[in-house]
């Protein structure tokens, strides 16, 4: 370090997964300005501008001081030209024009809208923007054609819409816990997902469920479904079977990132908890852009998304390390481990490539160590 610098240079690695990224940070200030460009660029599908400004927001959410000036930027890693020249307008002016404009721009605002819909993508979202939609509201007039997921999307709008807390995830814990035990005793129930990582809220709930004795585990979610549903606990469900076993280019086939694992996307009826009916209801018909089922007063129950994902005991710590995220982390090392490592990482398995084999892992803290990386706990992995 030179001797008479005043701020201490900050030595940031340039992969988010070498970096600790704690839950609260110091820069929301920029880092959201950062982020609502990145999602707009999700919703025009461009993806290299999405991750560009990602990994710059990422940047300065493992800073551990607020940015005050454009030196405190000096050498840091994936501040790219147009990044900086928005956190530059934001140091100057307060605010950035361009993410002001698009922040009130009627396209993102309608884009937003529609793809928060539960099981409404990008694409979809667009063609409905193009066709003059701009809430879900629209969708009912315009009689448009639904899937199944959509309809309990629009439905449960506003339950969907209402972050999930980390009380109301412990409780549908328990339940989950009681429908895997009572199906299959001796498996094991991970939480995974943000609030693995310590998030106080969430959009859903991400379960990993797994058995000791390996195959044990096959097959099982139609049971816990079957569980779940007799006991009136389900609004919606459709699971996908293991395609991992069956697909012909092999596993961890490298530019995929969705896993193959027997999953079942569903939406929980959660009893409210007494102390919340109360004080919660009155938010539900406080004018939040509605759902179709307006939900009344002193109304017991809400509904939750709930992600349950079941994996064999040999691929249960990549499994975890997969299903913990953040997703800019997860992105992170499996480029880290095919740029750096020469090495392919999926949900399922990691191989490397110079020595043609797969490495096995017992643990999250295992393949940090195949990867040549410094353990990062989930609590830091808020990339
Ligand atoms: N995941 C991923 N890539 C996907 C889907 C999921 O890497 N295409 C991983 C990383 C996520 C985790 O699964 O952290 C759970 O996905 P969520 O969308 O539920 O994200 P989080 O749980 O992190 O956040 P939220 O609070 O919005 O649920
Ligand atoms: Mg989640």
């Given at each position: ?46 993806e ?17 001081h ?9 050498d840091?890693?994936c ?6 020249r ?16 698009t ?33 879900p ?24 819409n ?44 991400d379960f ?36 991992y076993?069956e ?11 969705m ?27 406080s ?12 109304s ?28 800019l ?33 017992n643990s999250e ?19």
């Amino acid at each position: 370090p030179k001797p008479f610098e005043t701020t201490p240079a900050v030595k940031m690695k340039s992969y988010a997964c070498q970096r600790r990224t704690p839950l609260k940070h110091h820069n929301s200030f920029l880092t959201d300005a950062l982020e609502i460009l990145a999602q707009n660029a999700e919703f025009s599908e461009n993806e290299g501008r999405s991750v560009a400004f990602r990994r710059s927001a990422s940047v300065l959410k493992a800073l551990p001081h607020v940015v005050r000036s454009m030196g405190d930027l000096k050498d840091l890693p994936c501040l790219g030209e147009h990044s900086l020249r928005v956190i530059k307008e934001i140091l100057e002016d307060g605010t950035s024009s361009e993410v002001e404009s698009t922040r009130q721009s009627e396209q993102f605002q309608a884009m937003k809208a529609l793809t928060d819909v539960f099981g409404v993508g990008v694409r979809t979202a667009d063609r409905w923007f193009r066709e003059g939609l701009r809430s879900p509201l629209d969708l009912i007039p315009t009689g448009q054609k639904l899937n199944h997921a959509q309809q309990a999307g629009v439905k449960y709008y506003n339950d969907l819409n209402t972050p999930v807390t980390k009380k109301e995830a412990m409780v549908i814990s328990d339940i989950v816990e009681k429908a895997v035990k009572a199906v299959l005793p001796g498996a094991i129930i991970t939480l995974t997902g943000g609030f693995r990582r310590g998030k106080e809220l969430g959009h859903d709930v991400d379960f990993l469920i797994t058995h000791p004795e390996e195959g044990a585990e096959e097959r099982l979610m139609p049971k816990i479904v079957n569980w779940l549903d007799n006991q009136g606990l389900l609004l919606y469900q459709k699971t996908t079977r293991n395609s991992y076993l069956e697909s012909k280019d092999g596993p961890a086939r490298p530019a995929s990132n969705m896993d193959r694992f027997e999953r079942c996307f569903s939406i929980f009826k959660l009893e409210q908890l007494e102390s919340d009916t109360h004080t919660e209801t009155s938010s539900y018909n406080s004018g939040r852009a509605a759902g179709t089922e307006e939900r009344h007063a002193g109304s017991t129950w809400r509904a939750v998304r709930v992600d349950l994902v079941v994996s064999p005991y040999s691929q249960f710590a990549f499994a975890t390390l997969g299903w913990t995220g953040s997703k800019l982390f997860e992105r992170e090392l499996r480029r880290w481990a095919g740029q750096e490592k020469g090495m392919s990482l999926s949900s399922h398995a990691l191989y490397d490539s110079k020595q043609q084999r797969y490495l096995r892992a017992n643990s999250e803290e295992e393949i940090f160590a195949h990867l040549g990386l410094e353990y990062i706990p989930p609590s830091e992995r808020n990339a």
